[in-house]
Protein backbone atom coordinates (compact mmCIF):
# COMPACT_ATOMS: atom_id res chain seq x y z
CA UNK A 1 0.00 0.00 0.00
CA UNK A 2 1.39 3.28 -0.87
CA UNK A 3 1.81 5.84 1.95
CA UNK A 4 -0.24 8.96 1.21
CA UNK A 5 1.24 12.01 3.56
CA UNK A 6 -1.17 13.80 5.89
CA UNK A 7 -1.04 16.99 3.68
CA UNK A 8 -0.82 15.53 0.05
CA UNK A 9 3.16 16.33 -0.30
CA UNK A 10 4.62 14.35 -2.76
CA UNK A 11 7.25 12.08 -0.61
CA UNK A 12 10.39 14.66 -2.39
CA UNK A 13 8.49 17.72 -1.36
CA UNK A 14 9.22 19.96 0.97
CA UNK A 15 6.24 22.25 3.18
CA UNK A 16 5.99 25.67 1.74
CA UNK A 17 8.71 27.56 2.90
CA UNK A 18 9.03 31.65 3.10
CA UNK A 19 11.85 33.25 4.67
CA UNK A 20 11.31 37.15 5.28
CA UNK A 21 14.68 39.32 5.65
CA UNK A 22 15.33 42.43 7.93
CA UNK A 23 12.41 41.75 10.34
CA UNK A 24 14.33 43.37 13.38
CA UNK A 25 14.88 46.90 13.31
CA UNK A 26 17.76 46.39 15.99
CA UNK A 27 19.83 43.31 15.35
CA UNK A 28 22.15 43.49 12.62
CA UNK A 29 20.62 40.84 10.67
CA UNK A 30 17.00 38.77 11.38
CA UNK A 31 14.93 36.81 9.65
CA UNK A 32 11.57 35.42 9.83
CA UNK A 33 12.04 31.55 8.39
CA UNK A 34 8.37 29.44 8.03
CA UNK A 35 8.30 26.14 7.05
CA UNK A 36 4.76 24.92 7.11
CA UNK A 37 2.85 25.45 10.48
CA UNK A 38 7.01 26.10 12.13
CA UNK A 39 7.54 29.63 12.23
CA UNK A 40 10.88 30.69 13.95
CA UNK A 41 12.51 34.58 14.46
CA UNK A 42 16.30 34.20 13.92
CA UNK A 43 18.28 37.33 14.82
CA UNK A 44 22.17 37.89 14.80
CA UNK A 45 23.91 40.33 16.41
CA UNK A 46 27.36 41.86 16.76
CA UNK A 47 29.63 41.39 19.53
CA UNK A 48 32.67 43.73 19.93
CA UNK A 49 34.26 40.41 22.33
CA UNK A 50 34.65 37.02 22.40
CA UNK A 51 34.52 34.46 24.86
CA UNK A 52 37.60 34.13 27.31
CA UNK A 53 39.00 31.21 25.70
CA UNK A 54 39.58 33.09 22.24
CA UNK A 55 40.82 36.50 24.05
CA UNK A 56 43.63 38.30 22.36
CA UNK A 57 44.20 36.02 19.71
CA UNK A 58 42.96 37.77 16.65
CA UNK A 59 39.90 35.45 15.76
CA UNK A 60 36.38 35.72 16.36
CA UNK A 61 32.97 33.25 17.13
CA UNK A 62 30.03 32.65 16.12
CA UNK A 63 27.31 31.01 18.46
CA UNK A 64 23.78 30.29 19.01
CA UNK A 65 20.92 30.39 21.65
CA UNK A 66 17.56 28.35 20.91
CA UNK A 67 14.06 28.36 22.79
CA UNK A 68 10.36 27.80 22.24
CA UNK A 69 7.56 30.06 23.43
CA UNK A 70 5.62 28.69 25.76
CA UNK A 71 2.23 28.13 23.58
CA UNK A 72 4.47 27.49 20.37
CA UNK A 73 2.62 24.34 21.09
CA UNK A 74 -0.77 22.62 21.36
CA UNK A 75 -0.12 22.49 25.06
CA UNK A 76 1.72 25.22 27.27
CA UNK A 77 5.62 24.42 27.94
CA UNK A 78 6.61 25.23 31.13
CA UNK A 79 9.35 28.52 30.13
CA UNK A 80 13.09 27.45 30.76
CA UNK A 81 14.08 30.41 33.03
CA UNK A 82 16.87 28.90 34.88
CA UNK A 83 19.11 26.57 32.70
CA UNK A 84 18.25 25.39 29.39
CA UNK A 85 16.62 21.64 29.17
CA UNK A 86 18.80 19.03 27.53
CA UNK A 87 16.88 19.16 24.38
CA UNK A 88 17.72 22.91 23.94
CA UNK A 89 21.08 22.60 24.73
CA UNK A 90 21.75 20.18 22.03
CA UNK A 91 19.47 22.34 19.43
CA UNK A 92 21.65 25.16 20.03
CA UNK A 93 24.68 23.46 20.31
CA UNK A 94 24.10 21.97 16.56
CA UNK A 95 22.54 25.16 15.47
CA UNK A 96 26.28 27.21 16.86
CA UNK A 97 28.57 24.14 14.95
CA UNK A 98 26.46 24.33 11.52
CA UNK A 99 27.24 28.11 11.21
CA UNK A 100 30.72 28.01 12.26
CA UNK A 101 31.26 25.75 9.70
CA UNK A 102 30.79 28.10 7.17
CA UNK A 103 32.45 31.11 8.47
CA UNK A 104 35.96 31.86 8.39
CA UNK A 105 36.41 33.30 12.25
CA UNK A 106 40.23 34.76 11.35
CA UNK A 107 38.22 37.42 8.94
CA UNK A 108 36.07 37.92 11.20
CA UNK A 109 38.38 39.62 13.45
CA UNK A 110 38.17 39.59 17.26
CA UNK A 111 33.89 39.95 17.48
CA UNK A 112 31.28 37.62 18.16
CA UNK A 113 28.24 37.21 16.04
CA UNK A 114 24.82 35.76 18.49
CA UNK A 115 22.33 33.92 16.90
CA UNK A 116 19.57 33.85 18.86
CA UNK A 117 16.52 31.46 17.91
CA UNK A 118 12.86 31.85 19.11
CA UNK A 119 10.38 29.12 18.04
CA UNK A 120 7.03 31.23 18.03
CA UNK A 121 5.34 28.09 16.13
CA UNK A 122 6.26 24.32 16.24
CA UNK A 123 4.52 22.11 13.73
CA UNK A 124 7.95 19.83 13.73
CA UNK A 125 11.68 20.60 12.33
CA UNK A 126 12.23 23.59 14.08
CA UNK A 127 15.67 22.46 14.64
CA UNK A 128 16.41 22.36 10.89
CA UNK A 129 14.35 25.72 10.21
CA UNK A 130 16.38 27.49 12.54
CA UNK A 131 19.71 26.55 11.11
CA UNK A 132 18.22 27.55 7.50
CA UNK A 133 17.08 31.33 8.71
CA UNK A 134 19.86 31.61 11.03
CA UNK A 135 22.13 31.55 8.10
CA UNK A 136 20.29 34.37 6.36
CA UNK A 137 20.33 36.61 9.56
CA UNK A 138 24.07 35.77 9.85
CA UNK A 139 25.04 36.32 6.09
CA UNK A 140 22.81 40.05 6.98
CA UNK A 141 25.05 40.93 9.64
CA UNK A 142 27.90 40.14 7.60
CA UNK A 143 27.07 42.25 4.98
CA UNK A 144 26.74 45.16 7.50
CA UNK A 145 30.15 44.35 8.84
CA UNK A 146 31.62 44.79 5.70
CA UNK A 147 29.44 48.10 5.06
CA UNK A 148 30.82 49.65 7.65
CA UNK A 149 34.36 48.28 6.74
CA UNK A 150 34.87 46.52 9.82
CA UNK A 151 36.05 43.36 7.95
CA UNK A 152 37.83 43.39 4.46
CA UNK A 153 36.42 40.12 3.34
CA UNK A 154 32.97 38.36 3.95
CA UNK A 155 33.77 35.79 7.05
CA UNK A 156 31.14 33.60 4.82
CA UNK A 157 32.29 30.38 3.15
CA UNK A 158 29.89 28.79 2.33
CA UNK A 159 25.83 28.88 2.41
CA UNK A 160 24.45 25.88 5.07
CA UNK A 161 20.38 24.90 5.17
CA UNK A 162 19.26 21.61 6.98
CA UNK A 163 16.23 19.53 6.33
CA UNK A 164 14.73 16.59 8.19
CA UNK A 165 14.09 13.22 6.62
CA UNK A 166 12.65 10.08 7.44
CA UNK A 167 10.66 6.94 7.19
CA UNK A 168 7.40 6.80 8.02
CA UNK A 169 5.24 3.40 7.14
CA UNK A 170 8.33 2.21 5.54
CA UNK A 171 8.75 4.79 3.28
CA UNK A 172 11.16 7.66 2.84
CA UNK A 173 10.04 11.34 3.07
CA UNK A 174 11.61 14.71 3.59
CA UNK A 175 10.86 17.71 6.26
CA UNK A 176 8.39 15.81 8.11
CA UNK A 177 5.59 17.91 10.53
CA UNK A 178 4.90 16.80 14.02
CA UNK A 179 1.93 14.37 12.76
CA UNK A 180 4.72 12.49 10.52
CA UNK A 181 7.61 13.19 12.72
CA UNK A 182 5.77 11.74 16.02
CA UNK A 183 5.14 8.58 14.42
CA UNK A 184 7.70 8.05 12.03
CA UNK A 185 10.63 4.58 12.26
CA UNK A 186 13.28 6.68 11.66
CA UNK A 187 13.91 10.35 12.01
CA UNK A 188 16.57 12.14 10.88
CA UNK A 189 18.19 15.81 10.75
CA UNK A 190 20.50 16.68 7.60
CA UNK A 191 22.74 19.68 7.79
CA UNK A 192 24.77 20.49 4.44
CA UNK A 193 27.02 23.55 2.78
CA UNK A 194 26.10 25.35 -0.52
CA UNK A 195 28.88 22.71 -1.53
CA UNK A 196 27.33 19.95 -1.00
CA UNK A 197 29.18 18.96 1.95
CA UNK A 198 27.60 17.73 4.66
CA UNK A 199 28.31 19.41 8.47
CA UNK A 200 25.72 16.72 10.37
CA UNK A 201 23.88 13.67 10.18
CA UNK A 202 21.84 13.15 13.30
CA UNK A 203 19.88 9.63 12.57
CA UNK A 204 17.76 7.60 15.19
CA UNK A 205 16.03 4.10 14.50
CA UNK A 206 12.58 4.83 16.58
CA UNK A 207 11.53 1.32 15.93
CA UNK A 208 12.62 -0.99 13.24
CA UNK A 209 16.39 -0.54 12.84
CA UNK A 210 17.00 0.96 8.98
CA UNK A 211 18.91 -0.51 5.97
CA UNK A 212 22.13 1.44 4.18
CA UNK A 213 19.50 1.24 0.98
CA UNK A 214 17.06 3.06 3.41
CA UNK A 215 19.70 5.49 4.48
CA UNK A 216 20.94 6.36 1.14
CA UNK A 217 16.94 7.15 -0.08
CA UNK A 218 17.12 9.57 2.55
CA UNK A 219 20.23 11.09 1.69
CA UNK A 220 19.01 12.18 -1.92
CA UNK A 221 15.92 13.43 -0.29
CA UNK A 222 17.42 15.84 2.30
CA UNK A 223 19.93 17.07 -0.98
CA UNK A 224 17.00 18.01 -2.87
CA UNK A 225 15.49 19.63 -0.37
CA UNK A 226 18.34 21.08 0.86
CA UNK A 227 19.24 22.90 -2.65
CA UNK A 228 15.62 24.01 -3.01
CA UNK A 229 16.38 25.82 0.68
CA UNK A 230 19.33 27.02 -0.81
CA UNK A 231 17.06 28.57 -3.45
CA UNK A 232 14.64 30.50 -0.77
CA UNK A 233 17.92 31.69 1.21
CA UNK A 234 19.03 33.48 -1.90
CA UNK A 235 15.78 35.01 -2.84
CA UNK A 236 15.28 36.52 0.61
CA UNK A 237 19.00 37.94 0.60
CA UNK A 238 18.56 39.59 -2.69
CA UNK A 239 14.78 40.94 -1.89
Do not use: H
Not at 26 to 37: D, K, M, Q, R
Not at 170 to 178: H, I, N, S
Not at 184 to 191: C, F, H, K, L, S
Request: glycine share 8%; aromatic share 4%.
Amino acid sequence: MTYIRPDNRALDQIRATKITANISPYAEGSALIEVGGTKVICTASVEERVPIFLRNKGIGWVTAEYAMLPRATNTRTQRETQRPAGRTQEIQRLIGRSLRAVVDTKLLGERQIFIDCDVIQADGGTRCASITGAYVALALACRRLLKQSLVKTSPLLSEVAAVSVGIVEGTPVVDLAYAEDSTADVDMNIVCTGAGKFIEIQGTAEREPFSRDAMDEMLILAEKGINELFEIQRRALNS
